[in-house]
């Protein structure tokens, strides 16, 4: 089974490059943040036509979350248990969402930013990632992947130059720390033996031709229960869907800000 887990940064915008993507990789489940959509507003008849199921919770503008699977979705989940909502009043955002597709329990997790240190977001974001990983240990003897965009780039070298980010969030020891907490539980990076250096980025800001200066970072992830890491064989990230030249060669719309991330793993 091949998976894979990618920031569209909107699915309306980026459907053809989605169904796309999904036929050149042959991808069993595709998990998707920020689609940018309410759930009918999902743009799904080409999906279904290639034979793919689509489970999505969103509004329209913000956030949202998705799998899209060809090999089953049951047990969906929207949210997790105690995942907290932010504001005042309190609004649960569209940041998580669960499902088992072929035998793995998949999770699209779309983590909070941060924004700034001192702003309440990323005292909403170390709670969001907290809460995860109480919910977490309770799936970590199934096969399980949290997967998504972590908005945590948990070593030095997963940013093309710490100094700059060194009164950044992604970086604050608070934030690798509640990274390196499912570690600890026992999940699994399973993509970084498979990458090296800034061979790894995932993502690179429209800013001043980022990708094509390679100014990124990693920090979108396929973190894997025992199970699930024990059937990884392979993964990779395909920095060419980052590259606008492939859309201009193929006729497609402008790329996403991240690049997917892609895992096999054996039957």
């Not at 539980?185 to 001043?208: K, L, M």
């Amino acid at each position: 089974m091949r998976i894979a887990t990618w920031n569209v940064n909107s699915i309306r915008s980026r459907i053809d490059r989605v169904e796309a993507f999904l036929q050149r990789h042959d991808i069993d489940v595709l998990a998707v943040q920020e689609t940018k959509a309410k759930v009918d507003q999902l743009p799904l008849m080409g999906l279904e036509s290639m034979g793919y199921e689509v489970a999505a919770t969103g509004f329209s503008q913000w956030n949202g979350v998705a799998l899209i699977s060809r090999v089953g979705i049951e047990d969906v989940q929207v949210g997790f248990s105690e995942m907290p909502g932010f504001g005042d009043p309190l609004v649960s955002e569209a940041r998580a969402i669960g499902a088992v597709c072929g035998g793995v329990r998949i999770w699209s997790l779309y983590v909070p930013n941060g924004r700034k240190v001192d702003d309440p977001h990323y005292a909403y974001k170390l709670d969001w990632l907290g809460r995860l990983r109480t919910a977490a240990q309770q799936w970590r003897d199934e096969p399980t992947a949290l997967v998504g965009d972590w908005n945590i780039a948990p070593l030095d070298e997963d940013v093309f130059d710490i100094a700059q980010f060194k009164n950044s969030t992604h970086v604050t020891v608070p934030e690798r720390a509640a990274f390196n907490a499912f570690l600890e539980d026992g999940y699994a990076d399973v993509v970084r033996p498979h990458i090296s250096g800034d061979a790894g980025y995932t993502y690179w800001d429209y800013y001043r031709q980022r990708f094509e200066r390679n100014r990124g970072m990693r920090i979108d992830f396929v973190i894997g229960s025992p199970a699930f890491s024990d059937r990884v064989t392979g993964a990779f990230i395909d920095r060419d869907e980052r590259d606008p030249a492939l859309g201009k060669a193929n006729g497609l719309g402008s790329p996403s800000d991240h690049a997917p991330v892609i895992v096999n793993l054996s039957d």
